[in-house]
Structures are given as structure tokens and as C-alpha cells.
């Protein structure tokens, strides 16, 4: 449904499953202070659509400082000037490329009309990795100009090392097992989360232990190997535009050695096709093609993809209450996750045997 400006001083939104586009102004003074003239607005996930005098803009209410707003700003400009298949950000008279309005921040960006990407089609897939091996390379390209905007150098932009992500993942996930096992009422969640947490105890203690024993801490300090990362490599966030792919919403990239991202973009392929090893296998060909990869590259992807990522972030999510989500939402995505552990392990051998000289 549209919502038709013409006059009124505001535009409601009537869709109430919607909470997050219900705390946007679209009052005409706020387009008025943007510069726009706003004919249309149109509801898409959690953006609106704006049709204006200079064509259609989407309109992006962040809940982020400034500072993490000009971060972002700052990769993608530098990586657009390398690359321009990512999206960038509107600049207003002031030099920002935000405008705060009572109290918060608005992004406008032109839209690129475009579908999205589909990882079940192989090709779409491969051109996915393709692009992000692009993206990469224009950021290295960038990473000093970021550098001197940020006044900062890349080591101390970086992300904290995978050492310190499994070890706090380590302790958080005890402290909840010792909690939960408190509980004198334990409800679905508890009860199934107590049945497998010491799985992936292990899981998790195995995988610091490969890297402990791996060149991670030299292979960390190669500057060659940090690029701006994603971190958000879902299908809707590749947009196919005619015959070309662009990648867009950059709102929890970082500046991260490139196996974060090309890691995620594996599983968020085969995750949902039974952790199909030649999946695996074809995407990271494709990267490799645009940006080769090292042979101690390939066992950081193993690492990476045997450390239980998504149990532990569901496990997060529903104790910490990082997520407002229904219990009966939590209970379905712990189960399917679990379905899922068979395949992964399973793919975990036959990668291994698939690069078995790089192993051994």
C-alpha cells in the first residue's frame, strides 16, 4: 500500500505488524528539511520508499551514533570510488551524510531497482562471490584514505580477534548452562538447550584449540589479508539490476580480515541446502578467482565453520534478550538449527577431505 502525500502535514502508517516504521516521522516539514519533494511513500521491511521529484530514495531511520554513521559512510565512499556496485549515501547541504531529526538520524539513498538474489540458483550464488571478492579488493584500495578520514590505522579499527570471540562464547555459554540448570521451572527452551549445550561446550573448546595451534596471529597481522567486511551477506542484501550485482546495507560492516565474510557468505548458502559441500566448494572458487586465497585460508574457514555460530547466537539471543521475539519463534529456529547439526558435521568431513593436501 502506498500513502499518497498531497497536502496532508502527515503521513500514518497503517500497518501495525510493522512497530519499527511506526517511530519514523513523515511529516512534511522533516521532506521539507531533506530538500525533497515527496510524492509516494512506500513501506519496504524496515525502510520506506520515497518517490520524489529526483526519483525514488529510500528513506533509512538508524539507531546509531554518529560516529558509527560516518564510519560507514567513510568505507563506502572510499569503496565506491573503486567499486561503484555498492550503495552510497545522499549528502545534505551540511556536509553529513545524515540529517537528525528530533533526536534521530535519517540516511536517504538512491534506490537501485533491483530483485533480489536467490542462493539456490548456482549462478546467482557465484556472482555473489564474485562481488564480494570485488568489494574486498576496492576496500584494501580505500583502507588508506579511511585510515587518514578516521585519523586512526586499520590495526586499531579491527575487529577483537577470533581468540577472544571463542573465549568469551566459551565462558558466556557456561554461565548460561550454570544458570539455566538453577532454574527450578524450566520451560521447552530451557529443556532442550540443557540436552546439547555440553556438545557444543566441546565444540567450541575444539575449535580455539585449532586455532591456537594455527599461524592465525601472523596471518592477522598481514595487511593484505584486512579488508572493509560486510558482516550481513543475506540474500536480499544482493540486488541484481539487469545483468549486473550490487551489494547493499553496510550497517554492521567493520574493518576485519576477509575469511569473516567470505565464511558467512558460505553458510548463509549451504545452511539451508544440507550444508552441500560442492556449494561450499563452488563459492569459494568463485571468490578465489577475483581474490586468491592463501592455504592456511582454507583452515580458517574450517575453524570458523566448526565453531557452532548459530547455535550460540540463538542461545544469545533468546537468554540476553537481544531479540523481541515470540518464545513459540525462538523454539522453531533452536529445532531447526539442531536438525541441521547432523549435515554440518558431516560437511565438516568431507571439506577436510576435499582440501586434505592443505591440511596435511
Known amino acids: 500500500m502506498k500513502y499518497k502525500v498531497r497536502g496532508e502535514r502527515m503521513i500514518r502508517v497503517r500497518y501495525p505488524e510493522k512497530k519499527y516504521l511506526s517511530t519514523y516521522d513523515l511529516s512534511l516539514d522533516f521532506f521539507d528539511e531533506l ?26 531511520k538508524m539507531d546509531l551514533s554518529k560516529d558509527r554513521i560516518d564510519f560507514i559512510n567513510i568505507c563506502l565512499k572510499n569503496i565506491y570510488k573503486e567499486f561503484p556496485y555498492v550503495i552510497s549515501f545522499r549528502t545534505f547541504e551540511d556536509g553529513n551524510a545524515y540529517k537528525k531529526w528530533k533526536g534521530d538520524y535519517y540516511l ?11 542462493f539456490t540458483n548456482p549462478i546467482e550464488y ?20 579511511i585510515e587518514e578520514e578516521l585519523n586512526c590505522n586499520k590495526k586499531e579499527l579491527m575487529e577483537e580477534s577470533l ?28 529443556k532442550e538447550f540443557l540436552k546439547v549445550v555440553d556438545d557444543y561446550i566441546n565444540e567450541i573448546e575444539r575449535a580455539a584449540e585449532l586455532l591456537s595451534f594455527s599461524v592465525y596471529s601472523s596471518y592477522r597481522e598481514n595487511s593484505k589479508n584486512i ?12 540486488l541484481i539490476k539487469d545483468e549486473d550485482m550490487y551489494l547493499i546495507d553496510f550497517d554492521y560492516c567493520s574493518i576485519d580480515l576477509r575469511i569473516m565474510d567470505l565464511t558467512d557468505l ?3 548458502g549451504i545452511k539451508n541446502a544440507a550444508f552441500d559441500v560442492d556449494k561450499a566448494v563452488n563459492i569459494i572458487e568463485a571468490y578465489n578467482k577475483v581474490c586468491p586465497l592463501e592455504k592456511e585460508e582454507y583452515k580458517f574457514i574450517y575453524i570458523l565453520l566448526s565453531y557452532p ?13 537481544q531479540k523481541d521475539w515470540d518464545e513459540e519463534v525462538f523454539i522453531s529456529r533452536l529445532n531447526n538449527k539442531l536438525m541441521n547439526e547432523e549435515f554440518r558435521h558431516e560437511f565438516l568431513v568431507k571439506y577436510k577431505e576435499k582440501y586434505k593436501e592443505l591440511f596435511y
Not at 108 to 118: F, K, P, S
Not at 126 to 145: F, N, P
Not at 163 to 190: A, M
Open 163 to 190: 581468540v577472544k570471540k571463542f573465549s568469551d562464547s566459551l565462558e558466556d555459554i557456561k554461565y548460561i548452562k550454570k544458570l539455566v540448570k538453577s532454574y527450578r521451572f524450566k520451560n521447552e527452551f530451557d
Open 266 to 268: 558460505i553458510l548463509k
Open 227 to 238: 579488508v572493509v567486511c560486510h558482516n550481513d551477506l543475506a540474500e536480499h542484501n544482493f
Open 108 to 118: 536517504v539513498m538512491d534506490l537501485i531497482e533491483g530483485r533480489e538474489a536467490t
Open 35 to 60: 530538500g525533497l519533494e515527496v510524492l509516494d511513500v512506500t513501506p519496504l521491511r524496515k525502510v520506506f520508499i520515497l518517490h520524489t521529484n529526483e526519483g525514488k530514495k529510500i528513506l533509512k
Open 126 to 145: 557465484e556472482m555473489s562471490g564474485r562481488l564480494l571478492g570485488k568489494m574486498h579488493l576496492a576496500s584494501q584500495a580505500g583502507l588508506i584514505k
Open 309 to 321: 555460530r548459530d547455535f550460540y547466537s540463538i542461545v544469545r539471543d533468546y537468554y540476553h534478550k
